[in-house]
């Protein structure tokens, strides 16, 4: 696991062109004994064979395989860019780490940012940091960027018969997740929920919570709830229809984009997909994450054959492929955690840190799918690139 320390990091940095960062940076490994003189050539040579950003305002520059036998030890050097640098193609880059990597150890480097990095948001996050602490926190993964949300945190046709009972078992969900407390529970069923309509209740609470976190609950029978009025002096109960219950823990700007998300959907009336939706699929509902394959997706198994695995160049060429069809394309890596990933994200799909020999599962659901997993195949079977 890579360890990075504040002096892995330069703050404040400005560079004319990525061709004067990329320098820098070999400069910086050159010092620190990383790397040898020559080095540079290297990460100018596998610059000018395909661009090394990521997105988010990230590169990786690092050198081609044959420049490997100059490096003394694996490492990373961190240049920060408050006003950017313009890599091309009309990219802007805020945090240039620079790699040397001795064998495949940078695929484990590359994995372990690119998980942190592909995260919403974070790119602002790394142009405002003005500390090496800070910047630290991020690309360990120690700054929540994202809701917590998953199956474990949704219950679909709970035998509830009142309000009372989903937001108790959603609160349940939660404190289960051990990203709340007691605190939080009791004050969740004592404010109780608000109605958002079309059937959907929301309840939500900052006290006692460590991480910012999502439940969601379905009733297994039709509920009708008495809603408080919200002003004394009015007398009259309007009865509402419970469908579900939404539940969110806050503790971080986390929660700022689920929330969007159900703003958009109730102002175009759309919240009666997620009374429809199964739990595989509630998850993308809510944070704009990869939704499941359907069940007419077209699949595909192929082996990577690259000596060094998807690393940056053939993980762009692979990314490029799948960009060329209107399908939606994901990819898993059956040796990895099992999760899906969009193929078009070049941070996602180096994200699954895959090695020489490692399988990868496509699936494409769209009109082009058959043509896509086709062109993939070809591309995977022809080396990325790379050569067979």
């Given amino acids: 696991m890579l360890s990075l320390t504040q002096q892995d990091i330069v703050l404040n940095q400005s560079a004319r062109d990525k061709t004067a960062a990329i320098s820098a940076l070999a400069g910086e490994l050159t010092q620190q004994g990383l790397v040898s003189e020559g080095y540079v050539k290297g990460m100018l040579a596998r610059e000018a064979q395909n661009s090394t950003f990521l997105g988010s305002g990230i590169a990786i520059p690092h050198g081609t395989t044959d420049t490997r036998d100059l490096v003394q030890q694996t490492g990373v050097k961190i240049h ?37 990095l592909s995260a919403d948001g974070v790119a602002e996050q790394i142009r405002q940091s003005n500390t090496a602490e800070a910047l630290i926190s991020l690309l360990n993964g120690d700054i929540q960027l994202e809701a917590d949300f998953d199956e474990s945190l949704i219950a679909l046709h709970f035998p509830a018969t009142d309000l009372l009972q989903l937001t108790a078992v959603a609160a349940g969900l939660i404190k289960n997740k051990q990203a ?12 109780g929920a608000s109605y958002l309509g079309q059937g959907l209740w929301l309840a939500r609470s900052s006290k006692g919570v460590s991480r910012t976190t999502m439940s969601f609950v379905t009733p297994s029978q039709d509920i009708i709830h008495q809603e408080q009025p919200i002003h004394q002096e009015q007398s009259i109960h309007q009865e509402q229809p419970v469908k579900g219950l939404l539940m969110l823990a806050a503790c971080n700007a986390a929660c700022h984009k689920p929330l969007n998300l159900l703003a958009q959907k109730l102002y175009q009336n759309q919240l009666q997909a997620l009374f429809e939706a199964d739990a595989a699929q509630l998850p993308a509902l809510l944070t704009d994450a990869q939704p499941a394959a359907s069940d007419e997706a077209n699949t595909a198994v192929f082996k990577i054959r690259n000596a060094h695995g998807l690393h940056a160049r053939p993980g762009a060429m692979l990314v490029s492929v799948a960009k060329k069809f209107e399908s939606a394309i994901q990819v898993k890596n059956l040796q990895g955690d099992g999760k899906s990933v969009n193929a078009k994200s070049l941070m996602k799909v180096i994200a699954l840190g895959v090695k020489h020999g490692h399988e990868l599962e496509f699936m494409a659901d769209g009109s082009d799918a058959p043509e896509a997993l086709s062109a993939i195949g070809d591309a995977i079977a022809a080396g990325l690139g790379e050569g067979r």
């Fill in 80 to 116: 920060h860019y408050p006003q950017g640098v313009n890599w091309g193609d009309g990219n802007t880059v805020y945090l240039a780490i620079g790699i040397a990597a001795k064998s495949d150890e940078h695929l484990g480097i590359l994995k372990q940012l690119t998980k942190v």
């Fill in 180 to 191: 709340a407390d007691n605190a939080f529970v009791a004050d969740v069923i004592a404010e």
